[in-house]
């Protein structure tokens, strides 16, 4: 079950490109011990995939960003382990924006960093934003697809027109969700020839992890709603087919 609070989080957090007049507060230690704590506290995908983050000084990773600090996520190499790491990170995001940290999902950083055996998948940016002006003022007022684009089949109130502010990689927003009526079919929809500044070999890459990222949007928002569901996830190789299912959710 995934933390209520964070509910409220989606309609404030941004994207912070890059961090510039956000305020002089630092992150400190007590902060940085309770993301750790909390991390271990969120709700997996697939439980039985090992996961972990690690907290580092800039000068251990390329991003420049004018951050404070990076959180690398690393994870065992397992079937779905991308859409588990989406899922996991976006809770972290929303978290940190709860505590007044500013975050930008960075999937180009690179890093030498190790963590017990796990492989690097991506990273955060982050940095304290002590000025609340700099956090979204209207979330729908972002750039995203028309909801037509992104659903098929009737609308969930408060669910179908928020779950597309979900960020993801260039903002490419890849997914497309289907609703026969008792069962909502997420699929990750490859649209040719568009992928921003990817590169092609890493779309479905990037894409897998904002699947996860979406997935932890829908389920926020559908038990916000009081719509109770059994969720069903499917393998995704990353192939170039234009819909590969990801999950099912059968509403009860």
């Not at 510039?20 to 992150?27: D, L, P, Q, S």
């Not at 960003?65 to 690398?72: D, S, V, Y």
């Not at 609703?179 to 997420?186: F, S």
Request: charged share 35%; net charge positive.
């Amino acid at each position: 079950m995934l933390n209520k609070d964070l509910y409220n989080m989606i309609f404030k957090r941004k994207s912070f490109h890059i961090f510039r007049n956000v305020g002089n507060e630092k992150i400190n230690e007590e902060e940085i011990k309770d993301v750790y704590e909390a991390y271990e506290g969120f709700s997996s995908l697939n439980p039985e995939i090992k996961t972990k983050i690690k907290i580092v000084p800039n000068d251990k990773v390329t991003t420049k960003r004018g951050q404070e600090m990076c959180i690398l996520l690393y994870s065992e190499k397992k079937d779905g382990y991308l859409q588990n790491i989406g899922y996991l990170g976006q809770q972290l995001d929303l978290y940190l924006v709860s505590k007044n940290i500013g975050t930008l999902w960075f999937g180009i950083g690179k890093t030498e960093e190790i963590c017990d055996g796990l492989d690097y998948v991506i990273m955060f940016a982050v940095k304290k934003v002590s000025d609340p002006k700099k956090y979204r003022k209207d979330m729908f007022k972002s750039k995203r697809k028309d909801v037509d684009e992104i659903w098929s089949g009737e609308y969930l109130n408060r669910v179908t027109d928020i779950v597309r502010f979900a960020p993801s990689a260039c903002n490419s927003q890849p997914w497309k969700v289907v609703n026969d009526g008792g069962t909502l079919r997420v699929y990750r929809y490859k649209k040719e020839g568009k992928r921003g500044i990817m590169p092609a070999d890493k779309v479905s890459f990037y894409n897998r992890i904002d699947i996860g990222i979406f997935m932890c949007f829908m389920e926020l928002c559908m038990e916000k709603e009081g719509i109770t569901y059994e969720r069903r996830l499917f393998s995704d190789e990353g192939k170039d087919d234009t819909f590969t299912l990801n999950a099912e959710y059968e509403i009860r």
